[in-house]
């Protein structure tokens, strides 16, 4: 078959299908759907949404521009982008491992990363820290346009700065009383450093997740705070035993001091008292020596009679015995035996 042959075929061809309904269907519908495909299209590049914990930074033509709020905004289609960054999310990165799946049973990876927790400390000992940082983004302009790969400059700041304050410490210090201060430090000097390299990053907070000595030295390590926790102990109950005795012994010393004290002071004050009334009693007696004597005679006898039982009484001049009369009979008593003897 020669080509003039083949071509009249293909032109018979066309002319057919040109005249037939398919052809007129499509020829009527599809130019209008390409339309609208075509809206449809610059739509989707023109409006773009942004979430309440985001904000929008538009470039055009790769020039920062502005900032767009969370719902929905437009760009210009071809010509500007749109980045979305997370300004009311709490971010997080982990050293020394690494999360696989948070929940309530938290899994984490097998796998140790020892380039990043191993860390040598001021006495010249070996820890192993695992800590996390949490941050914010807090300048998204910053944040994507100051610093070149600013996650990761972000990580190599956090290993910097977490190896300086560890080694300014002893090893005690970092496994047992000093992460409180550990994580205040690396804090402080891990914003001040993201404030100078100008990261847009706020720092919220330094957790140290676990600190522990290295696998080869972890046996000696439990003996000596084994030992530790001993004498610790050995040494509250030598304490509490001290805050029982000691107590209880000053107080009852004390207490026979007061004791002696308010003897001493009844003693004195019964000595004055007699020494003030045998006073009054001399001065009296000197002024009147009889009637003080007949007094004192008086209330002795007032004093020392009610004492004794049976009375009788005799008259020295008397010269044989007389009828008494009972005393007891006048106070209204019945007389004892012995006074009617």
């Known amino acids: 078959m020669n080509r003039s042959v083949f071509d009249e075929r293909v032109h018979i061809d066309l002319d057919r299908f040109s005249q037939s309904s398919q052809f007129q269907f499509l020829r009527k519908y599809l130019r209008p759907g390409l339309v609208l495909l075509a809206i449809f299209i610059l ?30 905004n437009f760009k210009m289609p071809l010509f500007e982008s749109v980045q979305k960054v997370p300004v009311q999310r709490q971010l997080k990165q982990e050293f020394g491992f690494r999360t696989e799946e948070a929940g309530v049973q938290t ?12 860390m040598l400390t001021g006495d010249l000992n070996v820890a192993v820290v695992e800590w996390i940082v949490q941050y914010r983004v807090s300048d998204p302009y910053r944040y994507l346009f100051k610093v070149r790969n600013v996650e990761e400059t972000f990580r190599s700041m956090n290993e910097a700065v977490m190896r300086e304050v560890v080694g300014d410490r002893t090893v005690t210090e970092v496994l047992t009383v000093g992460r409180q201060d550990i994580e205040t430090a690396v804090q402080e000097k891990l914003q001040h450093l993201a404030k100078m390299y100008e990261t847009g990053i706020t720092v919220d907070q330094i957790v140290l997740q676990d600190v522990n000595p290295p696998d080869p030295v972890k046996p000696s390590w439990d003996a000596v705070n084994q030992a530790q926790q001993q004498r610790d102990r050995l040494i509250n109950e030598a304490r509490a035993e001290y805050n029982q005795v000691i107590p209880r012994a000053s107080g009852e010393a004390e207490q026979a001091v007061l004791q002696a004290e308010g003897y001493s002071l009844d003693r004195v004050n019964r000595s004055q008292g007699d020494a003030a009334r045998f006073k009054a009693l001399y001065d009296a007696y000197r002024r009147s020596p009889q009637v003080t004597r007949q007094r004192i005679y008086l209330e002795t006898m007032q004093r020392m009679l009610p004492k004794t039982g049976g009375k009788i009484f005799l008259d020295k001049d008397a010269k044989g015995i007389l009828p008494l009369f009972s005393l007891e009979a006048l106070q209204g008593r019945a007389p004892s035996k012995e006074a009617g003897r």
């Not at 984490?108 to 927790?117: G, R």
């Open 43 to 72: 739509a989707f590049m023109t409006v773009y949404q942004i979430q309440p914990e985001e904000v929008g930074v538009v470039t055009r033509l790769g020039r920062f521009v502005r900032t767009s709020e969370p719902g929905l």
């Open 107 to 118: 899994r984490y990876s097998a796998n140790a990363f020892p380039e990043e927790s191993i």
